[in-house]
């Protein structure tokens, strides 16, 4: 089945414990990003990558990392987070960046006492 | 820097009528993409249409359709016939085109969303 997962689904941490949240696609799709969603502000984009090594910041990368090693998988690493970062966090990938559709992933909920 | 405003927090609609869903975008550019999604209360993000912006024609998608309005810079989304399970949030986001010597091509704007309640 074409999927993007997600992991962890939900994660309740402590500021300044770093984590990893990892994306993985199973469509061989060049493109992936990373969003927030926070109430009344939509969903902003962290990063996003074009392809295996191009990543490139989106509106909010502030307290970020990603890396693209490989083309199905796309982690985002929080090297110290803070409470501010507590939010829905969604990965999407489509198969380039010009393409119509995004697939995204389900979600990971992240909590940052 | 592109802009995305839906200026509906939310809309109530009867069910098996029509309802329009509005968003105006504001971008220089003249390459551009522009894309509605549908958020259900279990949280996942369902892409419902897509026009670009050199596209003549409004994007249509069975019960949905995207009212482009190219000069008004608006994107609104009509969902026809609507169904009780078209209960949701929406979003309208747009995706910067490809650019001479541009470094966001990728980047995807997206605005804050329409909580959309059918009623029975």
């Known amino acids: 089945e074409a999927q993007v997962t997600q992991n962890p689904r939900y994660l309740i941490t402590v500021t300044g414990k770093k984590l990893t949240v990892t994306c993985s696609q199973n469509?061989?799709?060049?493109?992936m990003s990373w969003y927030r969603q926070d109430p009344g502000l939509g969903l902003r984009q962290i990063y996003y990558?074009?392809?295996?090594?191009?990543?490139d910041k989106g509106d909010v990368p502030e307290g970020y990392k990603v890396s693209r090693k490989e083309k199905r998988n796309f982690p985002l690493i929080l090297e110290s987070p803070s409470p501010n970062q507590t939010s829905l966090y969604f990965c999407a990938s489509s198969l380039w960046t010009g393409d119509e559709t995004q697939y995204f992933g389900p979600g990971t909920r992240l909590l940052v006492l | 820097a592109q802009k995305i405003t839906q200026t509906q927090p939310g809309m109530f609609v009867q069910e098996k009528e029509a309802v329009t869903l509005d968003c105006t975008y504001d971008t220089s550019d003249q390459s551009y993409g522009l894309f509605w999604y549908k958020q259900p209360s279990s949280g996942e993000m369902i892409f419902l249409i897509y026009q670009g912006s050199y596209d003549e024609q409004n994007a249509t998608e069975g019960r949905y359709s995207l009212n482009f309005q190219k000069a008004r810079k608006s994107a609104n989304l009509v969902i026809s016939a609507s169904q009780l399970g078209d209960s949701a949030m929406y979003f309208c986001?747009?995706?910067?085109?490809?650019?001479?010597?541009?470094?966001?091509?990728?980047?995807?704007?997206f605005g804050q969303g329409t909580i959309l309640t059918v009623h029975p």
């Open positions: 469509m061989n799709h060049e493109y």
């Open positions: 986001a747009m995706r910067e085109g490809p650019q001479a010597g541009g470094t966001s091509y990728g980047k995807l704007t």
């Open positions: 990558s074009m392809n295996v090594e191009v990543t």
